[in-house]
């Protein structure tokens, strides 16, 4: 299989598995920042373990790398916690729709590291999308909820975007799996002054869904997405 095709594989894959991540924020009873604290916490230590198994370069190449994997999982973090606040307040299917502006703000984030501007059709394209979105808002009141989580999602959706133009602009060379170990890793420090819910306190039920999401809706659809 090509490079091309291969990475277009990846890439609707890891979609595919982005798409059932909603279902966690109504599935867990806990807050937005327990959740993300021990998605993040489990996807490190699989990660870690998944290379070291496979025998991949774990340390980063150069010492200039250290701060950009700290900002680009201080992003990743917080969009997480966004987004599933987001869901909680207004619902699945509103805060999917609100982080699927995150295309449109890549549009106009990538030609600004280049030095370039954003074309017109993209630009007509955007506003055609926030049009959208804006539909989603029955009130202009931050007594909503569903304006309230439409706002959250899409602040989620400008972190994400953010996060990836910069994962792709000077974290390149890194694989998938490197990049998400180190910024799951700072995603949970990120989360875990906010943490409210004592861990010895989750049933079995929670503790499942925790491993799945951080598994199989986390270190691989975002190690598939950043490579």
Known sequence: MDEKRKGLLYVHGAIFLFGGTGLFAKLIDLPASDIILWRSLLATLVLLAILLLLRRPIRLQQRRHFPLMLICGL??????ITYFHSMQIAGVAVGMLALYTSPIMTVFLEPLFHGKRP???DVLCAALVFF???LLVPDFSLENDITI?????VLSAGLFALRNVMQRHYLQNYGGDTSMLYQSAVAALLA???VSANPAEFDGEILLQMVLL????TAIPHSLFAG
Do not use: E
């Open 119 to 121: 074309h017109l059709n």
């Open 149 to 153: 989580g439409v706002c959250w999602g």
């Open 132 to 134: 959208g979105v804006v």
């Open 214 to 217: 951080a598994t199989l809706f």
């Open 75 to 80: 992003l990743l973090g917080s969009h997480w």
């Open 192 to 194: 875990m002054p906010l």
